[in-house]
T-cell receptor, first 116, second 111 residues
Framework: NAGVTQTPKFRILKIGQSMTLQCTQD?????MYWYRQDPGMGLKLIYYSVGAGITDKGEVPNGYNVSRSTTEDFPLRLELAAPSQTSVYFC???????????????FGPGTRLTVL | DAKTTQPTSMDCAEGRAANLPCNHS???????VYWYRQIHSQGPQYIIHGLKNNETNEMASLIITEDRKSSTLILPHATLRDTAVYYCIVRIKAAGNKLTFGGGTRVLVKP
């Protein structure tokens, strides 16, 4: 299994441009997440999905959109890039919560985005 | 989810045990204690979790006090590759399984 893969690894955008960050997992996990991490800070949840066709907002959803048409893919869309969106973006997935809380989240390697 | 308090940073000698404390005095009965770590420039990595009992796996041990208000992650024989930020997270079993990351403890393992 490749686990969670993210593309691209790096990207520089100009203000106002748009782009899609790709995330794919091959573990057949129901749950998928998008986090952002600003320099020196912890991760903050942007959006999450509990299954294909179902998404919900996290802590910092403004400026982003997501879709979940398949179990494997969970792309994150930036429509009008702003300098405040300069960050490292991590995608994660996890199986449904088991009775003992065994719902480990598996993270991808991240996408480093700079908006100038 | 309950809030956690961790020291900002700590150093550890290579080959020695690293003991990472975490306070979670407002933890509720159905909240688990999770530990993740993040090595520089990588995605976070799950280490261990527990509810009441002490837990051990191939990476670490987790000691939870009887009143569950604090816990300690133990890396038995720290290596240079254990240098990372370690996050203590307490959370309930809920739809979405969100993780709330605080500041964590920055651990530097020195030769």
């Amino acid at each position: 299994n490749a686990g969670v893969t993210q593309t691209p690894k790096f990207r520089i955008l100009k203000i106002g441009q748009s782009m899609t960050l790709q995330c794919t997992q091959d573990m057949n996990h129901n749950y998928m997440y998008w986090y952002r991490q600003d320099p020196g800070m912890g991760l903050k949840l942007i959006y999450y999905s509990v299954g294909a066709g179902i998404t919900d907002k996290g802590e910092v959803p403004n400026g982003y959109n997501v879709s979940r048409s398949t179990t494997e893919d969970f792309p994150l869309r930036l429509e009008l890039a702003a300098p405040s969106q300069t960050s490292v973006y991590f995608c994660a997935s996890s199986p449904p919560t088991g009775g003992d809380g065994t719902d480990t989240q598996y993270f991808g390697p991240g996408t480093r985005l700079t908006v100038l | 989810d309950a809030k956690t308090t961790q020291p900002t940073s700590m150093d550890c000698a290579e080959g020695r045990a690293a003991n990472l404390p975490c306070n979670h005095s407002t933890i509720s009965g159905n909240e688990y204690v999770y530990w993740y770590r993040q090595i520089h420039s990588q995605g976070p990595q799950y280490i261990i979790h527990g509810l009441k009992n002490n837990e051990t796996n191939e990476m670490a041990s987790l000691i939870i006090t009887e009143d569950r208000k604090s816990s300690t992650l133990i890396l038995p024989h720290a290596t240079l590759r254990d240098t990372a930020v370690y996050y203590c997270i307490v959370r309930i079993k809920a739809a979405g399984n969100k993780l709330t990351f605080g500041g964590g403890t920055r651990v530097l393992v020195k030769p």
